[in-house]
């Protein structure tokens, strides 16, 4: 999601965005209510990290609408990092977008094969969260942009809870130019702790801290 200035835990912890291969799409049905179906056949090791594998990674995903009004998509990414790390990652989301508000919600599992110290046990992260599109008549703004989120993580979290669940409140000035979209956010982000070990994913002591971010972006 780019609402925010930090990305969700799924955004984070889970998969790499880019990486070296193939993808295709096939569209099933392109009026009304759009149906698509993708896959990809993938030889690198995720984002900024370009070298070839000796294990290819798979996806597949099925697309339900658009990204204006109603879209629904289900998922699944197959990977082996190493000989500890064997992944299958699956999920789904819900999201709605009109000139009034965004809400969208999506749920991610992480499931190792390898059963290794410190690598094993299903990952899994949840998050919704919702903006309200306010017009604003001025020289400057063009829109304020209020924006709530709610997320979570954990190992075995069904049967275990939470390891760490996060609010994070925003508000984004969009900025009334012609030539370019760009607008300023205002986040505060605050985290819930349980006992659960997180330590492999939260690296350093201040990762989980609540935390105030600005951010000023240009999208050219």
Do not use: C
């Amino acid at each position: 999601s780019t609402d925010f200035v930090n990305r969700p835990f799924i955004g984070k912890f889970f998969n790499s965005s880019r990486d070296i291969g193939l993808t295709a799409s096939y569209t099933l049905k392109q009026k009304g209510f759009p149906i698509a179906l993708e896959a990809g056949v993938y030889n690198g090791d995720g984002i900024n990290n370009p070298k070839f594998t000796d294990s290819p990674s798979f996806s597949g995903r099925i697309l339900f609408g658009s990204m204006e009004g109603f879209r629904a998509t289900a998922k699944f990414y197959k990977t082996a990092i190493n000989e500890n790390e064997d992944y299958l990652m699956w999920g789904a989301d819900l999201r709605y977008d009109n000139s009034l508000f965004r809400f969208e919600t999506e749920y991610m599992n992480k499931h190792n094969y390898n059963d290794f110290e410190g690598y094993a046990g299903d990952l899994s992260s949840v998050y919704a969260q919702g903006l309200v599109k306010v017009p604003v008549n001025s020289k400057t703004f063009k829109r304020v942009e209020p924006a709530l989120r709610w997320d979570a993580m954990g190992y075995d979290m069904l049967d275990r809870g939470f390891g760490v669940n996060r609010t994070t409140v925003g508000v984004n000035f969009v900025l009334n130019t012609n030539n370019f979209n760009s607008l300023f956010r205002v986040n505060y982000e605050h985290y819930f702790r349980s006992s659960m070990d997180m330590s492999k994913l939260f690296k350093s002591e201040t990762a989980s801290d609540n935390k105030l971010s600005l951010e000023f972006l240009l999208v050219f």
